[in-house]
DNA sequence: AATGAATGAGCCTTCATTCAT
DNA sequence: GATGAATGAAGGCTCATTCAT
């Protein structure tokens, strides 16, 4: 069962949340016996938290290929860029989005112990990546919590065009996620953020030279 | 039954969203018989309906109330500062937040018929503030696309602290949504946005200026 | 209430029968109030009677005409044929039948109270039109109830072509219920039990006869 | 299950029809778990199906009896007589009827889909048989349509007595369904048909002898 | 006299889980 | 070790009837 379940289980979960989802659905598409989820698993939350690592594990090469884009050696604001382009492309690029980016933003409204788990491995790496690139921008000046509080308003405007999209559509402000409106919201995330990390830092160095 | 129910409903459909809403419990603590809801509204979508409506009105005079905030003649940068103090204490002052905004969280994630009705009573008012005040900011070098684009930018960074707070929280970097936290992140939103406007702006003149 | 109610309760109970037809459904084509029928009729099995009786009182110019048309002087034979005629045209030729057909039909397998009634006021005088008929043609030496043998055979050939639509469509003997093949069902029966009548005659003739 | 409750159905659905059949009845009478019908059979429709074939194989055997009654080689004339015996027997000898009967009187007023399988299961080859009684007894000067017309006109004869049994019981023309009054009455249907074939057989022969 | 509101019982269906084999 | 069978609880919904006004 395990191979074919996982697979299953994983887009069932990723559709539905971990609530939504039903055995039957997940069996059905993965030609297994409905019993054999509760016989291998335990119950319905174990059997999810499994899940929940296996599509980890499998999306792994996605996040370690980002990681590996974060630490080339590139001027700080070239790897925002780099950022914020791939974070839209994975956000709004692919219908539909990758199981570990559904399944985050059911976690979201409805956070399960699992939550924690893909916090401490997707999350915080790349939480980590964004506040390194900030920290380079801002210079010595600036402390950790507005180091954070910018890394956040960064990824958040990255997220929320994800998540908001049916708010958004239905303000008619974009016709569509095609490649150029999505390259388009790219370059304004980026634009946006970098001329407000440039401009703290400003704000920093002209507060410290100020006698 | 009305009141009560309505009530009543509110709350559980503000905490499970449209489909995982029972009638069960909804009449359980409005302490009516479920079949009284069918007999009221037909069936559960357009009980939900009504319930959106309901629920639109009567915060109407929180919006009201923003709405006067956001019309009080004021520079655009200090009504800015209003909308992101006033939008996150909104959104993270109060636990469990308001019923309009869980509700509209649950709509983002699984949209049903009555999205366009808030989208059009709640969201879009708002945007237009965002949009003028945006517009204000920036002069009349900018076009309406980067107006929204900005607008987008703000607002998201407001409602991304509420919808990714069990993550935010999970990565340690706020102690807790406590008066002083939201203050903090609420200067913090209003700087960001306020630096990157402003920068945005010279940008356009130096365009503009530069034969 | 009485006179737009009694219309849609008729057509209601016609299409379903008394189990399956309901207030609601009646009360919404009346636009009258649900509790109105109970306050009204007291409950669901007086009503329907009451509705019976009134479907009777209001097709009883339909049956009035066809008695009439029976009783005219005219050869056995002659009436037999306008008989089935206008029988397999009542039963097939509208789209649906009468009301008063239709409650029938569903009493036929489903009896209620009602039943009674319907017997005693349609059913009977029409049986009775048919012995005469039969017993005219059959003649003296024919007793009651071969005349109501006979007379059961013919009204059942018509009911049946009725009744049992549905197979004898599927059967595809004939295309459809359009005047044509009505014509022709009617011709088939008559000349089916007139040929059967006369012979019978000649055999009680002949049986007489014989010494 | 399976055993008990599809007997319990097969009694259920004959007496209430697909429509008035509940499963807690079935369940109840089965002593099974009203779930298990659903989990057996999907839904509703697809277990009213199966209980359908469930019957027709069950009362094969009945069929199958009248099949070879009707293939030993035997005058057309005592094969209507057979043919009459044996229908009206079934019709109307038990109380209640079999379950295929009753079933199949309540496809005649709100077929299913499962009337298809039932006409080419169990209607089609009786029917075929009637006609082929009624070819050999008018001779080949009779057309498909005519010898349709008349297989209809017998079948149905014995059919209507079934069918109106309850109109019948209130004309009061027969005292009850004991075995004479069958006798009776099946002696009449194949007289009455007998009479009426021959008779037109007579009317073709001398139509065509006549110059 | 008449009706909007409410109700208990029942409908088919789906759920995660358990159990006997 | 693995699974078809079964189950209690709950899901939204409809029914004829009752009740307070």
Redesign the interface.
Known sequence: MRGLAAHAAAEVFAQN?Y??ATFREICQRAQANIAAVNYHFGDKERFYSAVVEHVIEQEGDVLREFQSRMETPAPPEERLRTFVHLALNSLLGASPPTRLIRL??????E?TPA??FM??RV??PT?QNMREIVREILGEKADE??I???A??IT??C???H??R???A??G?YPAHDPATIEH?AE??A???L??L???RE?LRGFAVTP
């Open positions: 949340g609530r939504n985050m933003a059911h976690e979201m409204m956070p939550l924690d916090v401490e999350v915080q939480h919590r507005m954070a509080d910018c956040h308003s958040g405007q997220f929320i065009f998540h908001a049916a708010v958004i239905r303000l402000t919201l304004h995330v634009q946006f953020s001329e407000a440039h401009s703290i704000g």
